[in-house]
């Protein structure tokens, strides 16, 4: 089973997110620099990816764009801009607090690893839906509330029936589509999902990856992806920045990083996976033809049917 692809549509070229020169370090006894001069351009509704063996930075690097980074985390230097479709650019790593709350959720989401525990488990998913949109959305109606939040979960494959559901009577699956509905609910102009799904089983995996895509398509939001799963970011990215060491050593779209990888690194890192290598590699990409049709895809499972 592979996952629908990119909908090739015209070049995606206007960027949404600059990254120049970043540099992060861990203040600790021996500094570490987790990020080293990264830099990058997020395009409006591309899909990257970003991949690289455990430790070479990419959470550090994403949790800095949303200024998440906590102490001994230090941004060394560098500059973070968001082009919103307004026309407005905003300097993210001159952002005040306040301005810092208004900013997360609304323009940039972000979903991490294990997200789905961080469901407040007290609170039903409807009440968890309303404080975000009243936080950032005060003069929202009861009814322009509801609309909202039954919106998102019908988008993500969750009945709005589990509205009034506590976390702990969600799957993990659900609870990890809830957080995506939250990432959404504002629907901002990037979302950065760090190993979304790691924690979840495959089947699960693959339809909410499915759902991301559709989504991505659906609503056109910039989409940061990472993973240590460079087979699956082949399938389901626009471009890939490969990182090693703190470094971004490559980046390019995922067609030409599959056939002609130019750093050693990323040639190591694709012959790893047998997948790549071998009789499957060609079915992943051969599976998808230039439409972004994906001719072996099999349909997605009933949504309902999987909460039941
Ligand atoms: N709180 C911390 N204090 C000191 N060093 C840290 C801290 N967090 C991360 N590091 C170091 O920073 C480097 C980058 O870590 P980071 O978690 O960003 O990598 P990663 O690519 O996201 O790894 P993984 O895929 O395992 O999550 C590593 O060398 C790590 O040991």
């Not at 080293?36 to 690289?52: C, N, P, Q, S, V």
């Not at 990037?190 to 979304?196: G, Y």
Request: aromatic share 4%; net charge negative; proline share 5%.
């Amino acid at each position: 089973m592979t996952i629908p692809t990119q909908t090739r549509r015209a070049a995606r070229t206007e960027p949404v997110l600059t990254v120049a020169d970043l540099t992060v370090v861990y203040e600790t006894d021996e500094p570490v620099t987790a990020v080293k001069d990264a830099a990058l351009t997020l395009h409006r509704g591309e899909i990257l990816g970003l991949a690289g063996e455990s430790g070479c930075g990419k959470t550090t690097l994403a949790y800095a764009v949303n200024r998440l980074h906590r102490p001994p985390a230090r941004i060394a230097s560098g500059r973070i801009t968001f082009h919103d479709s307004d026309g407005t650019d905003t300097d993210i790593l001159a952002l005040e607090a306040d301005e810092l709350r208004a900013f997360r959720w609304n323009k940039l989401s972000m979903v991490f690893q294990g997200a789905m525990n961080a469901l407040n488990p007290v609170t039903t998913v409807r009440a968890q839906l309303k404080d975000t949109l009243l936080a950032h959305r005060p003069g929202m109606s009861r009814k322009e509330i509801r609309e909202r939040s039954e919106d998102v979960l019908n988008r993500v494959g969750v009945d709005p029936r589990r509205l009034g559901s506590y976390p702990h009577e969600l799957s993990g699956g659900m609870r990890q589509r809830v957080m995506i509905a939250m990432a959404m609910l504002l629907e901002p102009q990037i979302m950065i999902m760090d190993e979304p799904t790691t924690a979840l089983d495959v089947v699960v995996q693959r339809d909410i990856l499915r759902e991301i895509v559709r989504l991505r398509d659906e609503l056109d939001f910039a989409v940061v992806f990472i993973t240590h799963d460079l087979p699956l970011l082949l399938e389901i990215s626009d471009r890939i920045a490969v990182m090693l060491r703190g470094e971004i050593v490559e980046l390019d779209t995922a067609e030409r990083l599959y056939r002609e990888a130019s750093h050693p690194y990323t040639q190591k890192l694709l012959g790893s996976f047998p997948s790549l290598s071998g009789a499957r590699g060609a079915f992943i990409r051969t599976g998808i033809d230039e439409t972004g049709t994906d001719e072996t895809d099999t349909p997605a499972a009933d949504p309902i049917e999987e909460q039941a």
